[in-house]
């Protein structure tokens, strides 16, 4: 089966390339060792020099097969490195103050809810950490 290695550089995709030409094509120059790469399959991107520079060779680890659309976790902790789709979401003050002020009228209501979002932060599920690494795709 044809695989497709998906090139970025500097968090732009610049193309795709079957992985069998990954090697001749680092040594050509064409892919740089400090590009990312990934392929479907992949939890995420990873430097090409790591993998396809016959001088460092580096064994991907295992992981669980993915759809074609999919590109894999978005956060990943910086704490404990745990990787998911969606932190957790902590929001400040609590439901029955924000009902209250709903019954006092819509606008208390709409600014208790409204600095509730603005306030909300965003955890690890796992340890808590509030320091995670977002990816844009
Ligand atoms: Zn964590």
């Keep these: 089966m044809l695989r497709n290695v998906h090139i970025a550089r500097k968090g732009q995709v610049i193309g795709k390339y079957p992985e069998a030409d990954m090697p001749v094509l680092v040594a050509a120059g064409t892919v740089l ?10 939890p995420r991107w990873l430097v ?6 016959p001088a460092a060779p580096e064994p991907e680890k295992p992981s ?22 969606e932190p ?33 932060t965003q955890h690890c599920p796992k340890c808590g950490s509030q320091h995670l690494d977002e990816q844009v795709w």
């Design 33 to 42: 060792r400090t590009d990312h790469y990934w392929k479907v399959g992949m």
């Design 88 to 120: 957790e979401e902590e929001k400040p003050g609590n439901v029955v103050m924000e009902i209250l002020c709903w019954l006092c009228g819509p606008v208390a209501g709409g600014l208790y809810s409204g600095s509730r979002i603005l306030g909300k």
């Design 48 to 53: 090409v020099g790591r993998t396809f520079d």
């Design 64 to 85: 669980r097969p993915r759809g074609p659309q999919d590109l894999g976790p978005r956060f990943t902790c910086l704490r404990c490195e745990a990787r998911f789709d």
